[in-house]
């Protein structure tokens, strides 16, 4: 089983640059495709972006394409996100998840490992 734990939230500015962090736990992580959630109280959970397990090929939502870099350390068993140009839209709750089978793609039904979420605040 793979434990995951975000971290890196916190309150930024508009226009500011932020770095997430996923740390797992467990001997299987390079097996795993990642990727990052977003969510806002009173709505789905929406995907952000994903990472292979194998050739580090990367999928990105249409509302961080161009701004966003997801990236793994599979020997630090660590997922990472960067945000550029931070806006008061980018405010949610971030889940860092796994899916096994090597999926790639934006549905969250795939992901059967969750983190519990880190907090991102963006003041205009």
């Known amino acids: 089983q793979v434990q995951l734990v975000e971290s890196g939230g916190g ?3 508009a226009g500011d640059s932020l770095s997430l962090s996923c740390a ?8 795993y495709t990642m990727a990052w959630f ?17 050739d580090g090929s990367t999928f ?17 068993k660590t997922l ?5 140009n931070l806006a008061p839209d980018d405010t949610a709750v971030y889940y860092c998840a796994g899916a096994m089978g090597g999926y790639l793609g934006p549905s969250f039904a795939w992901y059967h490992h ?11």
Do not use: C, M
Request: glycine share 8%; net charge positive; proline share 2%.
């Open 60 to 76: 990105y939502a249409d509302s961080v394409k161009g701004r966003s870099t997801i990236s793994r350390d599979n020997n630090k």
């Open 11 to 13: 309150l930024v500015q």
């Open 24 to 31: 797992a736990s467990g001997a299987t992580f390079e097996r």
């Open 80 to 84: 990472y996100l960067q945000i550029h």
């Open 38 to 54: 977003r969510r806002v109280p009173g709505k789905e959970r929406e995907f952000v972006a994903a990472i292979s397990s194998l």
């Open 114 to 124: 969750w983190g519990q979420g880190t907090q991102v605040t963006v003041s205009s």
